[in-house]
């Protein structure tokens, strides 16, 4: 058997040993899907570990919350503060943080926001980047379709949401493909299972936003801002499925898999050569592991 992989949890305001990590099996959030969580990555830097944009993705985890009624009893300053020293207690300098936050087991009832209590977890563990050592993404286009925003805030980090996403997954891995786009309700390009997606036309970068039923990712604001600063031009809009197919270059964003290049979506293949992609891919690495000054910022030093 393979050794288990370490994992740290911070459970409810203290620290638990992984053995006593439980979940009640009639937890409202196991059933149904009502939970909100992030992802988050902490980098060894020359200056010591950092954790990237930790509070931004704590300020999107309380506004899903919200939208949920999940009652977090923490302020943001808290859950800060337990996330340095989760991660710290975990040994680790590069690792991935998954605050948590889910209805517990009073009810089974479709109200759970009436009468559940609301759990907060934050668990530390290893899960390297899924561009790690792969040159870029080989996509396919969905049977899968988005949910639309009508139906679910697509702009919301919902445990329940990502049923989408699986299917659509599985789908692909199922046909070969590393990764699957998914088509809105109105047959335009909406998002990765996982990520965002870019595209660059005649040097100009775009991406599409909440009304393509798309999350908005910590990592597309970054890269928006890295883009900013270097002066590449930007667009955000609708992007159609032609758009995609007849774009120079098109790539991923997200936290689990940071800026990685499509390289073909189905039987289109896309140019080898793609600078602004790697130009934004290389800044953005920088960016988290502390290599450049300009974004020290995004960073929280533990």
């Known amino acids: 058997m393979s050794e288990r992989p370490v994992r740290t949890y911070w459970i409810d305001g203290e620290l638990v040993p992984p053995e006593n990590a439980h979940v009640s099996p009639l937890a409202h959030g196991l059933h149904y899907g009502t939970s909100v969580f992030e992802g988050i990555r902490a980098y060894p830097t020359p200056r010591g570990i950092a954790i990237f944009r930790l509070d931004d993705h704590l300020r999107r985890f ?3 919350a919200e939208h949920y009624a999940l009652k977090i ?3 943001l300053e808290a859950l800060h503060d337990a996330a340095v020293a989760t991660l710290r207690a975990s040994g680790m300098s590069d690792a991935y943080l998954r605050p948590l936050a ?3 087991d009073e009810s089974i009832a479709l109200a759970p926001g009436l009468r ?4 907060v977890v934050l668990a530390v563990f290893e899960f390297p980047p899924l561009s790690q050592g792969a040159p870029g993404f080989r996509a396919t286009i969905s049977p899968i379709q988005k949910f639309s925003s009508r139906a679910l805030p697509a702009t919301v ?3 329940g949401h990502y049923t989408n996403s699986v299917l659509a997954l599985h789908d692909a ?3 070969g493909f590393d990764e699957a786009i998914l088509l809105n309700i109105m047959g335009e390009i909406a998002e990765g299972t996982g990520e965002n997606i870019f595209i660059v036309v005649g040097g100009v970068l775009r991406t599409n936003d909440a009304s393509a039923d798309a999350l908005y990712g910590i990592t597309r604001d970054s890269v928006l801002q890295i883009a900013e600063r270097e002066g590449i ?3 955000i809009g609708p992007i159609t ?7 120079d270059e098109a790539f991923f964003t997200g936290t689990a898999a940071e800026v990685i290049p499509i390289l073909a979506v189905d039987d289109h293949e896309y140019s080898s050569q793609r600078p602004i992609t790697d130009q934004l891919r290389t800044i953005y690495a920088g960016a988290a592991r502390g290599a450049d000054p300009r974004f020290e910022s995004w960073l929280t030093l533990i």
């Open 116 to 119: 559940c209590s609301t759990h």
């Open 102 to 104: 889910y209805f517990g």
């Open 62 to 64: 309380f506004a899903s």
């Open 233 to 235: 031009p930007t667009a």
């Open 157 to 159: 980090k919902a445990g």
């Open 241 to 247: 499925l032609d758009q995609l197919l007849g774009a």
């Open 173 to 175: 891995k199922a046909r």
């Open 73 to 75: 009893a923490y302020s």
